[in-house]
């Protein structure tokens, strides 16, 4: 999907003035009148790394504007999730990171008094009977509401070029008052973007950058090209190359001692002073070239492709604000400490983060952080282990309640291209969730997505043929279904899947 207006052209001057996003600034305005207008807010949000963060622009941008608020968070926003809220006595509900994919049950709401929705997301918009726009057959009524700020509506991509953190930015923008300047919020919508996996080789895309100015223009984000592995600021140097699946190289991935004897041929010692492994950000400018260029010659010496070697380096964001050496300050790690929080039913904890707790809530979030690495690795090597099943349009593995559903999505995106898993067709997830339910999630790639594929529509479909709901992006989607209906649904999904991939 290509932008809609050509003044979001991302070669373009830095124009300090002008909205970021003009395409959405109507949109914005909108909204953040509505906002202004009342008494108190309900921030409702999801639970991830992108909730958490447009909920933390939200409150900062609400603060600023002299607007009480309060914040809940969700799941998923399915329909007792929305009674609890009309159930509540406030007038005005912002929904962040989620709302579009649920504008049928939210406008029933609207439509008796219960609330007015005030909706900042970027998942694809339901229709009056919850089906995607893009379903295919019958005729969709249309339906929505007025305070509807969402890429998709004009446009832009919403799985790749705005997150829910990045839309709520935008309207972070819109609720300025003569005097504040909330760019600075850019630097959390940049961490959102990353934790939705919106950024490629090049950093982020699109919309994004126009963010990443205002946060570099702020003084609250840098841009860098850099070694484009996970945990430049906080892992062990054998580590961070042992850990880089994302390289592949022979005798380094998954290689403890390999990557230690790769490292000590270099001219860069491994240990400080005191005897402790040194961190890629401990490292001197010549040191991290040093390191960066054998890496690049050992990839290219042991066959790995053009592209996984280009691949090594790429655009890099760091938060300028934060101490070097630690989670906060690389976008992609504050993102996982985030996940680590808010899919642990600790979303208090992330959000406390976000809004700068650097003592109690750090040190909380550190302690759920190593629980929720522990928890991928297990999950990641049970898949490896029981493998996938193989349909004719898709790939899928039933964890039943060997991980956690709030994380399988994760487990799964991370699997893809482990031996047995493909790269070229969706893998889809399922997990128990409790209450006679259960989680799916699918994950697909770029490739299959400009093949045709629409997750999105594929599990909102599928999952309301057996009597559950679901919904996302294109790329990557979700869903809830009934207990005992998995076999059902995935004959609905590899048809839906069959229909769209050409
Ligand atoms: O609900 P939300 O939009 O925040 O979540 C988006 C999800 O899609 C994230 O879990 C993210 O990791 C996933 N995603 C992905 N691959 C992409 C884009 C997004 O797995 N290319
Ligand atoms: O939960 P998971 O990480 O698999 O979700 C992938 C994407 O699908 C997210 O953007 C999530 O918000 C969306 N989703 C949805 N409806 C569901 C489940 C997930 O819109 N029932
Ligand atoms: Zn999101």
Redo the contacts with the bound molecule.
């Keep these: 999907m290509a932008t809609a207006d050509a003044s979001d052209d991302p070669d373009g001057e830095y124009d300090p003035d002008e909205f970021p996003v003009p395409a959405l600034e109507a949109r914005a305005q909108r909204c953040a009148a509505r906002l202004r207008e009342a008494d108190r807010v309900l921030v409702a949000s999801?639970i991830d790394a992108d909730g958490l963060t447009s909920a933390a622009v939200a409150a900062a941008a609400l603060e600023r504007a002299g607007v009480p608020f309060e914040s809940l968070f969700s799941k998923?926003l399915d329909a007792d999730d929305l009674d609890r809220i009309a159930a509540t006595d406030h007038d005005t509900v912002l929904f962040t990171d989620?709302g579009s994919?649920q504008l049928d049950l939210i406008a029933r709401h609207e439509e008796r008094g219960a609330f007015t929705p005030v909706i900042a997301d970027h998942?694809q918009p339901a229709d009056a009977d919850g089906r995607s726009p893009s379903a295919s057959g019958t005729e969709s009524r249309p339906v929505d509401t007025e305070f509807h700020l969402n890429p998709l509506l004009e446009g832009v991509d919403g799985a790749s070029e705005l997150s829910g953190a990045g839309a709520t930015y935008l309207l972070a923008r819109a609720l300025e008052a003569d005097g504040t300047d909330n760019r600075d919020l850019a630097a959390l919508a940049v961490v959102g973007a990353v934790g939705d996996m919106q950024d490629g080789e090049d950093g982020l895309s699109g919309a994004n950058e126009r963010l990443v100015a205002d946060g570099v223009a702020a003084g609250a984000l840098e841009a860098e090209t850099d070694l484009a592995l996970y945990g430049r600021q906080t892992r062990p140097l054998p580590k961070l190359l042992q850990y880089a699946s994302e390289a592949r190289i022979p005798g380094i991935s998954d290689d403890e001692a390999g990557s230690v004897e790769f490292l000590s041929g270099l001219d860069v010692p491994m240990r400080d002073d005191d005897g402790d492994w040194r961190r890629w950000v401990d490292l001197t400018g010549d040191e991290r070239q040093t390191v960066a260029s054998a890496l690049i010659r050992r990839a290219v010496a042991s066959g790995v492709p053009a592209e996984r070697v280009d691949g090594l380096v790429g655009t890099t964001y760091v938060l300028a604000d934060e101490e070097p050496g630690t989670e906060l300050r690389d976008v992609s790690e504050f993102s996982t400490l985030l996940n680590a929080t808010a899919r642990y039913e600790r979303a208090d904890v992330g959000l406390a983060v976000c809004l700068g707790d650097r003592d109690e809530a750090l040190a909380r979030a550190r302690t759920l952080l190593r629980n929720h690495r522990r928890n991928l690795s297990e999950g990641l090597q049970w898949v490896k282990n029981e493998g996938v099943t193989t349909e004719e349009h898709l790939q899928w593995f039933d964890a039943g309640t060997r991980i956690r559903e709030t994380i399988v999505?994760i487990v799964a995106g991370m699997a893809v291209g482990a031996a047995g898993v493909s790269r070229s067709k969706p893998i889809v997830a399922f997990a128990d969730a409790g209450d006679g339910e259960v989680k799916v999630?699918?994950r697909g790639s770029g490739h299959l997505v400009r093949s045709g594929l629409d997750l999105s529509a594929v599990m909102r479909e599928a999952s309301r043929a057996v009597g559950g709901?679901?919904?996302?992006?294109d790329v990557?989607?979700?869903?809830?279904i009934p207990e005992g209906e998995r076999e059902v649904f995935l004959a609905a999904a590899d048809e839906a899947v069959g229909e769209q991939v050409k």
Excluded: L, N, R, V
């Design positions: 999801h998923q989620f994919g998942h999505g999630s699918a709901d679901g919904g996302g992006h990557a989607a979700g869903a809830t």
